[in-house]
């Protein structure tokens, strides 16, 4: 499928912009009043518990003084009956305190309770509701993949960084398990054996290992790291690569500093290796389940920072949608072209009246939003 502006100028970025930006908008439509929703009714809860802290502090305070005010009275008498009294109104003071103050922990502790509560719940609801934004990937990211076989499943996870906000995803594949036959071939790693009747010597051997399976992989666009196992476990091999280098080790042995070794070993074909894998894994995601957002360091959801997180992923669209809105025939419409695979050609736009009209139901945020998306100035 092939994705160009309307003047049939290929698009920088082969996505259907129309149909992210209108799943953005919906999402931010969706998520922002959870968020709003969570901070109002949070706010009630963090005010009554400053209250109480503060009420802890001057209970304290003013206990402190009423038993120094008593002392004071009472410190150059000895007659053992104003000694009971002071002693006696010690007691019922610290009484009296303790209690007090028993009760108001006990209220700061429900009301934190309370709040964590509130807030995981907000965090499920905002997680799920974000999910298919970014399960379809958000423009800009770098992004690092990780799977790993546990207990006879592939399973792992996506880690993405934008302008300072970063995300993961929990990954489940289609295929529990991966050959290396069955995702790309036949393969041959060179080992050293000792053969001879007599005289045992060295020798270099071809060994073919298209029957083991993945164990692990981890990759972005720059770094690689695969390991590799036959099925009884009893011989590995893992490949580094960084760039157009790589370093690999095979049954005890790291090949690509043996240059004996080396001389048997097809180095286009271990690249080509890891290449035919990360493009199976990239591309045969089942399930994408969104489990952090973080910016700045700090987790977003807990933060109350969803819609500083929706303005980073809105100015990923800004350019784009101009130069739409720029190589299009209608200035109020972002146009696309869609080649389908058959050569079916078709047009897809959406209105920036359309677009802003929906998010300014959002009130002041969503007018940022459209502000960022460039779906303003109609």
């Known amino acids: 499928m092939k994705y160009t502006f309307q003047d049939s100028t290929d698009l920088p970025l082969q996505r259907d912009i129309i149909k992210d930006v209108q799943n953005f908008v ?30 802890v502090d001057e209970l304290e305070s003013i206990n402190s003084k009423v038993l120094e005010f008593i002392n004071g009275l009472t410190e150059d008498s000895d007659m053992k009956e104003i000694l009971d009294y002071r002693n006696s109104v010690f007691d019922q003071c610290d009484a009296s305190f303790n209690k007090s103050t028993k009760t108001m922990q006990f209220e700061i502790e429900s009301i934190n309770n309370s709040i964590e509560d509130a807030n995981l719940g907000a965090s499920r609801q905002i997680l799920s509701s974000l999910n298919s934004l970014f399960e379809g990937g958000i423009y800009g990211t770098t992004d690092r993949f990780f799977a790993s076989m546990n207990r006879g499943v592939l399973s792992g996870k996506i880690s993405s960084t934008v302008a300072g906000m970063e995300y993961e995803s929990e990954l489940i594949f289609k295929d529990d398990l991966l050959t ?56 590995r091999f893992k490949v580094e690569m960084d760039g157009n280098s790589f370093i690999l080790h095979y049954h005890g042995n790291e090949v690509t500093a043996d240059p004996t070794l080396m001389q048997s070993l097809k180095s286009e074909h271990v690249i080509a290796l890891l290449d035919t894998f990360k493009e199976h894994i990239s591309s045969s995601i089942k399930k994408h389940t969104l489990v952090k957002l973080v910016l700045d360091g700090d987790d977003a959801i807990m933060n109350n920072q969803i819609f500083d997180c929706l303005k980073l992923i809105a100015e990923q669209f800004t350019e784009l949608i101009n130069e739409c809105l720029e190589r299009g025939y209608a200035k109020d419409e972002i146009t696309i072209k869609i080649e389908e695979n058959d050569g079916t050609r078709t047009e897809k736009y959406v209105s920036k009246t359309d677009l802003f009209d929906q998010l300014s139901e959002l009130g002041s945020e969503g007018l940022e939003l459209a502000s960022l998306l460039g779906v303003d100035n109609i």
């Open 26 to 55: 919906d999402i931010s439509r969706k998520v922002l009043p959870i968020e709003n929703a969570s901070i109002e009714k949070n706010d009630d809860l963090y005010r009554r518990r400053i209250s109480l802290e503060k009420g």
């Open 180 to 235: 290396i036959r069955g995702v790309y071939g036949t393969l041959f790693l060179p080992t050293w054996i000792k053969s001879g009747i007599f005289y045992k010597e060295e020798k270099v051997k071809l060994e073919e290992v298209s029957d083991f399976m993945l164990t692990s992989l981890e990759f972005d666009d720059v770094r690689a790291m695969a390991s590799f196992e036959n099925k009884k476990s009893t011989k």
